[in-house]
Protein backbone atom coordinates (compact mmCIF):
# COMPACT_ATOMS: atom_id res chain seq x y z
CA UNK A 1 0.00 0.00 0.00
CA UNK A 2 1.15 3.52 -0.94
CA UNK A 3 2.24 5.77 1.82
CA UNK A 4 -1.14 8.37 2.21
CA UNK A 5 -2.95 6.11 1.48
CA UNK A 6 -5.45 4.00 2.78
CA UNK A 7 -7.74 0.83 2.28
CA UNK A 8 -10.41 2.92 1.02
CA UNK A 9 -8.84 6.58 -0.41
CA UNK A 10 -6.51 8.86 0.98
CA UNK A 11 -5.76 8.99 4.72
CA UNK A 12 -5.80 12.46 5.66
CA UNK A 13 -4.48 13.68 9.65
CA UNK A 14 -5.84 15.80 11.62
CA UNK A 15 -3.77 17.11 14.51
CA UNK A 16 -5.28 18.74 17.91
CA UNK A 17 -2.89 21.76 18.50
CA UNK A 18 -2.29 22.77 21.88
CA UNK A 19 -0.68 20.12 23.72
CA UNK A 20 -0.55 17.97 20.87
CA UNK A 21 1.58 19.82 18.17
CA UNK A 22 3.15 22.34 20.34
CA UNK A 23 3.27 22.70 24.44
CA UNK A 24 0.99 25.43 24.62
CA UNK A 25 -0.49 24.67 28.01
CA UNK A 26 1.35 26.84 29.82
CA UNK A 27 0.88 29.78 27.97
CA UNK A 28 -2.64 28.83 28.39
CA UNK A 29 -2.71 28.85 32.08
CA UNK A 30 -0.70 32.08 32.30
CA UNK A 31 -3.66 33.67 30.01
CA UNK A 32 -6.18 32.63 31.76
CA UNK A 33 -4.44 32.95 35.65
CA UNK A 34 -4.37 36.90 34.62
CA UNK A 35 -7.83 37.02 33.38
CA UNK A 36 -9.23 35.71 36.44
CA UNK A 37 -7.09 37.60 38.65
CA UNK A 38 -8.29 40.80 36.74
CA UNK A 39 -12.10 39.75 37.63
CA UNK A 40 -11.11 38.56 41.48
CA UNK A 41 -9.84 35.36 41.01
CA UNK A 42 -6.17 35.85 42.58
CA UNK A 43 -5.25 31.80 42.97
CA UNK A 44 -6.22 29.61 40.31
CA UNK A 45 -3.58 26.74 40.38
CA UNK A 46 -1.72 24.83 37.68
CA UNK A 47 -3.75 22.07 38.76
CA UNK A 48 -6.97 23.50 38.28
CA UNK A 49 -6.10 24.45 34.49
CA UNK A 50 -5.59 20.66 34.44
CA UNK A 51 -8.85 19.80 34.71
CA UNK A 52 -10.12 21.31 31.40
CA UNK A 53 -6.78 19.71 29.24
CA UNK A 54 -8.37 19.33 25.65
CA UNK A 55 -11.57 21.22 26.64
CA UNK A 56 -12.04 24.24 24.27
CA UNK A 57 -11.45 27.91 25.58
CA UNK A 58 -14.99 29.22 25.32
CA UNK A 59 -16.34 26.04 27.38
CA UNK A 60 -13.64 26.22 30.07
CA UNK A 61 -14.56 30.19 30.65
CA UNK A 62 -18.23 29.05 30.81
CA UNK A 63 -17.47 26.73 33.60
CA UNK A 64 -14.94 28.81 35.40
CA UNK A 65 -17.60 31.82 34.89
CA UNK A 66 -20.11 30.10 36.59
CA UNK A 67 -17.60 28.58 39.29
CA UNK A 68 -15.96 31.90 40.60
CA UNK A 69 -19.71 33.89 40.19
CA UNK A 70 -18.11 36.33 37.21
CA UNK A 71 -20.06 39.08 36.29
CA UNK A 72 -18.43 39.60 32.97
CA UNK A 73 -20.24 37.84 30.37
CA UNK A 74 -18.47 34.99 28.43
CA UNK A 75 -17.41 36.50 25.04
CA UNK A 76 -15.64 39.28 27.48
CA UNK A 77 -13.94 36.96 29.12
CA UNK A 78 -12.72 34.99 25.76
CA UNK A 79 -11.68 38.19 24.32
CA UNK A 80 -9.84 38.68 27.51
CA UNK A 81 -7.98 35.40 27.17
CA UNK A 82 -7.16 35.40 23.55
CA UNK A 83 -5.50 38.48 23.65
CA UNK A 84 -3.33 37.38 26.26
CA UNK A 85 -2.45 33.89 24.52
CA UNK A 86 -1.81 35.46 21.62
CA UNK A 87 0.67 37.58 22.96
CA UNK A 88 2.06 35.06 25.03
CA UNK A 89 2.07 32.71 22.18
CA UNK A 90 3.83 35.38 19.83
CA UNK A 91 6.52 35.04 22.43
CA UNK A 92 7.36 31.71 22.74
CA UNK A 93 5.84 28.57 21.52
CA UNK A 94 7.65 25.43 20.89
CA UNK A 95 6.70 22.35 18.64
CA UNK A 96 7.34 18.95 19.91
CA UNK A 97 10.22 18.18 17.65
CA UNK A 98 8.81 14.85 17.34
CA UNK A 99 5.28 16.17 16.07
CA UNK A 100 7.13 18.56 13.80
CA UNK A 101 9.02 15.27 12.30
CA UNK A 102 5.40 13.74 12.33
CA UNK A 103 3.65 16.50 10.07
CA UNK A 104 6.87 16.74 7.51
CA UNK A 105 6.45 13.48 6.82
CA UNK A 106 2.89 13.34 6.01
CA UNK A 107 3.24 16.58 4.21
CA UNK A 108 6.39 15.32 2.14
CA UNK A 109 4.10 11.75 1.41
CA UNK A 110 1.18 14.49 0.36
CA UNK A 111 -1.41 13.05 2.73
CA UNK A 112 -3.86 15.59 3.30
CA UNK A 113 -3.78 17.47 6.73
CA UNK A 114 -5.76 19.77 9.50
CA UNK A 115 -5.80 21.15 12.46
CA UNK A 116 -8.57 21.36 14.26
CA UNK A 117 -8.69 23.07 17.90
CA UNK A 118 -10.73 24.08 20.69
CA UNK A 119 -8.55 27.55 20.42
CA UNK A 120 -9.25 30.63 18.43
CA UNK A 121 -8.71 31.32 15.15
CA UNK A 122 -6.31 34.24 16.07
CA UNK A 123 -4.52 31.75 18.70
CA UNK A 124 -4.16 29.26 15.67
CA UNK A 125 -2.56 31.54 13.35
CA UNK A 126 -0.39 32.58 15.77
CA UNK A 127 0.95 29.65 17.16
CA UNK A 128 1.34 27.83 13.85
CA UNK A 129 3.96 30.17 12.61
CA UNK A 130 5.28 31.51 15.85
CA UNK A 131 6.35 27.44 16.26
CA UNK A 132 7.75 27.06 12.76
CA UNK A 133 5.12 24.86 11.85
CA UNK A 134 3.31 27.10 9.11
CA UNK A 135 2.85 25.90 5.42
CA UNK A 136 2.54 22.29 6.62
CA UNK A 137 -1.38 22.05 6.86
CA UNK A 138 -3.70 22.62 4.28
CA UNK A 139 -6.73 23.49 6.56
CA UNK A 140 -7.50 24.86 9.82
CA UNK A 141 -10.59 24.60 11.76
CA UNK A 142 -11.43 26.48 15.10
CA UNK A 143 -14.08 25.58 17.35
CA UNK A 144 -15.45 28.95 16.89
CA UNK A 145 -16.22 28.25 13.44
CA UNK A 146 -18.54 24.90 14.74
CA UNK A 147 -21.42 24.83 17.11
CA UNK A 148 -19.90 22.29 19.43
CA UNK A 149 -16.97 21.89 20.96
CA UNK A 150 -14.86 18.73 21.92
CA UNK A 151 -16.12 15.90 23.02
CA UNK A 152 -18.72 16.39 20.44
CA UNK A 153 -17.18 15.54 16.49
CA UNK A 154 -17.92 18.84 15.24
CA UNK A 155 -14.61 20.22 14.76
CA UNK A 156 -12.89 16.67 13.26
CA UNK A 157 -16.14 16.29 11.23
CA UNK A 158 -16.07 20.09 9.73
CA UNK A 159 -12.12 19.20 9.07
CA UNK A 160 -13.11 16.02 7.11
CA UNK A 161 -15.28 17.84 4.96
CA UNK A 162 -12.82 20.76 4.02
CA UNK A 163 -10.19 18.16 3.52
CA UNK A 164 -12.38 16.43 0.79
CA UNK A 165 -11.91 12.81 2.55
CA UNK A 166 -14.56 10.98 4.70
CA UNK A 167 -14.09 10.70 8.34
CA UNK A 168 -13.42 7.23 7.70
CA UNK A 169 -10.51 7.83 6.11
CA UNK A 170 -9.20 10.33 8.87
CA UNK A 171 -6.75 9.93 11.46
CA UNK A 172 -6.62 12.10 14.68
CA UNK A 173 -3.46 12.66 16.64
CA UNK A 174 -4.62 13.93 20.12
CA UNK A 175 -3.34 14.29 23.49
CA UNK A 176 -6.33 14.66 25.75
CA UNK A 177 -9.86 12.40 26.87
CA UNK A 178 -12.26 14.87 25.15
CA UNK A 179 -10.36 14.45 21.93
CA UNK A 180 -10.16 11.29 21.80
CA UNK A 181 -13.69 10.97 22.31
CA UNK A 182 -14.28 13.30 19.54
CA UNK A 183 -12.59 10.88 17.49
CA UNK A 184 -14.45 8.15 18.06
CA UNK A 185 -17.62 10.05 17.90
CA UNK A 186 -16.94 11.03 14.48
CA UNK A 187 -15.76 7.74 13.24
CA UNK A 188 -11.84 8.32 12.70
CA UNK A 189 -8.97 6.53 14.01
CA UNK A 190 -7.01 7.95 16.47
CA UNK A 191 -3.56 8.16 17.85
CA UNK A 192 -3.36 8.95 21.17
CA UNK A 193 -0.57 10.92 22.79
CA UNK A 194 -1.33 11.58 26.65
CA UNK A 195 -0.44 14.98 27.86
CA UNK A 196 -1.17 13.39 31.47
CA UNK A 197 0.21 9.96 30.77
CA UNK A 198 -1.85 8.38 33.37
CA UNK A 199 -5.02 9.07 31.07
CA UNK A 200 -3.20 6.45 28.68
CA UNK A 201 -6.16 3.81 30.04
CA UNK A 202 -8.58 6.96 29.31
CA UNK A 203 -7.35 6.73 25.22
CA UNK A 204 -7.97 2.66 25.03
CA UNK A 205 -11.12 2.47 26.62
CA UNK A 206 -12.51 5.47 23.42
CA UNK A 207 -11.11 3.56 20.96
CA UNK A 208 -7.58 4.89 19.87
CA UNK A 209 -5.99 2.60 17.67
CA UNK A 210 -2.29 3.68 18.68
CA UNK A 211 -1.56 5.00 21.94
CA UNK A 212 1.69 6.24 22.97
CA UNK A 213 1.83 5.25 26.57
CA UNK A 214 4.37 7.72 27.69
CA UNK A 215 3.47 10.65 26.13
CA UNK A 216 5.47 13.03 24.20
CA UNK A 217 8.65 11.21 25.90
CA UNK A 218 7.49 7.94 24.27
CA UNK A 219 6.11 9.61 20.70
CA UNK A 220 7.71 8.60 17.42
CA UNK A 221 7.16 10.05 14.40
CA UNK A 222 8.18 6.79 12.54
CA UNK A 223 6.07 4.53 14.45
CA UNK A 224 3.48 7.03 14.16
CA UNK A 225 3.95 7.27 10.51
CA UNK A 226 4.07 3.76 9.54
CA UNK A 227 0.24 2.71 11.20
CA UNK A 228 -1.16 6.07 9.87
CA UNK A 229 -0.31 4.88 6.08
CA UNK A 230 -0.59 1.29 6.83
CA UNK A 231 3.19 0.58 6.59
CA UNK A 232 2.98 -1.14 10.26
Same mark, same amino acid.
Given at each position: MLAGMSATGPTAVVFDLDGTLVDSEPNYYEAGRRVLARHGVPDFTWEDHAGFLGVGT? +? !?LRTLRARYGLAAPVAELLAEKNAEYVRLARAA !? +? *?YPQMR? %? *??MLYAAGCPT *???SGSSRAAIEAVLPAAGLDGL? !? !?LVSAEEVARGKPEPDVFLAAAR $? %??VRPADCTVVEDAPPGWEA *? $? $?AG???VAVPYLPEQADEAVAAGAGLVFRGGQREFSAERAFAWITGAA
Open positions: R +E !T !T +E *AK %L *AE *AVAF !T !T $R %LG *A $R $RMRC
